[in-house]
């Protein structure tokens, strides 16, 4: 008999309780702002036909795209990404969508990638786009719900940094040649943010630009101002509530993806590093491409994990880290009944309580609520039978309190 292996596969994470409910706390926190924003919810198959799939990202994302032959003898690929599967959407479903489809959507992707440290082969992406709008009304209100989502997880500074594709195109295409096109430059402008101007001009160099071209470029985006299209943008985020103080215009942000037509954008968390914990823009051109419906559209996914990472390491999140509100104790075996009423009336009071799941001595019940991290324990000895009362432990502090079973439930409802 084969020995089973009881590692996690290369590349995938298992999440224990306590990350778990990190993991789902910031989810709600999230989810709830997008509903606030009139986004809707949106879910689809982990599995799609590889011909869905493969040939939309390019020669170099297909090798990563986990794909198979099923049972059925069926070419089909796990979710790359959530921008493809939702064209499909807007294609398969055009007369069921409004016309101003707002959806977010929060799964998981997979990528035959190499695992190395803060990159996996299965993650959550977290998306909300506004489809079938060319308006800038659209372009800012994806920007204000990023902003307000981690306002509410209580990020106390978010920087938007801010481009025009159209205006960013426009000032480096007098310097393609040949050998470089706008594209090569914009992914080569585009590691600004993690490499010098020295080092960026040397690798348009090696792409061929003259050294003194490849300087001139960065000049001449450094001296560029926000287009009429951005400030009509950024001016409806403020209106929207957006501090003004946010929306920073980074005349070098390019967002290496060829897709992107107009606004560009980062969410930064200063706080934190300050490196991108997500981005997006205008991509008007893309769902026509991937599904043949001509749809534009405007959005920004985020970076799910780097956003919890955050949130934890600033200690933003809850410190609570139990489920249960209440563990029910089990004093003796005579005794079980009570125990078993008590947490009936809890849990049809709505109130998060785990019973004991066996006789035991106080004290080890004292020491697993304090293990599980549960704020207060119930205790229900004889003479609190006789007396129809229940002691209600404070973990925290060691109080004890003899309450009635009613006033036990008004207390927590």
């Known amino acids: ?56 990202y390019g020669d170099e994302a297909d090798k990563l795209v986990y794909s198979f032959t099923d049972r059925g003898e069926r070419e089909i690929a796990l979710r790359y990404d959530q921008t493809v599967p939702t064209a499909r959407i807007l294609a398969q479903y055009q007369g069921q969508l409004p016309k101003y489809f707002r959806r977010y959507q929060i799964q998981n992707v997979f990528r035959a990638d190499k695992p190395q440290k803060g990159r996996y082969r299965e993650f959550t992406q ?34 938007l940094n801010l481009n025009d594709r159209q205006t960013l ?9 040949d050998k470089v096109d706008v594209f ?7 590691k600004l943010d993690k490499k010098t101007q020295i080092e960026v001009v040397a690798e348009l160099v090696e792409k061929g630009l003259a050294e003194e071209q490849a300087k001139l470029a960065l000049t001449t985006l450094q001296t560029t101002g926000p287009s009429d299209n951005l400030k009509a943008i950024i001016d409806g985020a403020i209106a929207l509530g957006v501090d003004e103080k946010s929306l920073v215009f980074n005349p070098f942000l390019a967002r290496g993806l060829d897709y992107y037509t107009g606004m560009i954008f980062e969410i930064l968390l200063p706080e934190y ?9 205008r991509y008007d051109k893309l769902i026509d491409n ?24 600033l200690g933003l999140l809850p410190e609570n880290k139990s489920t249960s509100q209440i563990l029910v104790s089990v004093f003796d075996e005579s005794l079980l009944p009570e125990s078993l009423k008590v947490a009936g009336e809890l849990r049809k009071a709505k109130i998060k309580t785990e019973l004991y799941p066996a006789v035991d001595k106080l004290g080890k019940q004292f020491k697993y609520a304090d293990q599980k991290q549960i704020p207060f324990v119930v205790i229900i000895g004889e ?8 002691v209600l432990k404070d973990m925290s502090t060691g109080q004890q309190f003899k309450l009635s079973l009613s006033e036990l439930v008004e207390r927590f409802s």
């Open 126 to 159: 977290c998306d909300i786009d506004i489809f079938g709008s060319t308006s800038t009304l659209a372009d800012s209100e994806i920007l204000a719900c990023s902003y307000f989502a981690y306002k509410e997880l209580g990020f106390k500074e978010i920087a």
């Open 273 to 281: 590093g300050g490196s991108s914990s997500g981005g997006g823009g």
């Open 169 to 177: 195109m426009a000032n480096l295409t007098p310097f393609t040649t």
């Open 1 to 56: 008999m084969t020995k089973t292996n009881l590692q996690t596969l290369k590349g995938f994470r298992d999440f224990l309780p306590e990350e778990k409910r990190n993991r789902d706390y910031v989810e709600k926190k999230i989810s709830e702002v997008f509903e606030r924003f009139g986004f809707e919810p949106l879910e689809t198959p982990t599995l799609e036909y590889a011909s869905l799939l493969l040939g939309k």
């Open 290 to 313: 991937l599904g043949g419906v001509d749809v534009p559209a405007v959005g920004v996914a985020f970076g799910f994990d780097r956003t919890v990472e955050a949130a934890v390491a």
């Open 184 to 190: 090569s430059l914009i992914q080569t402008i585009d």
């Open 383 to 390: 003479e609190e039978k006789l007396a129809n009362q229940v």
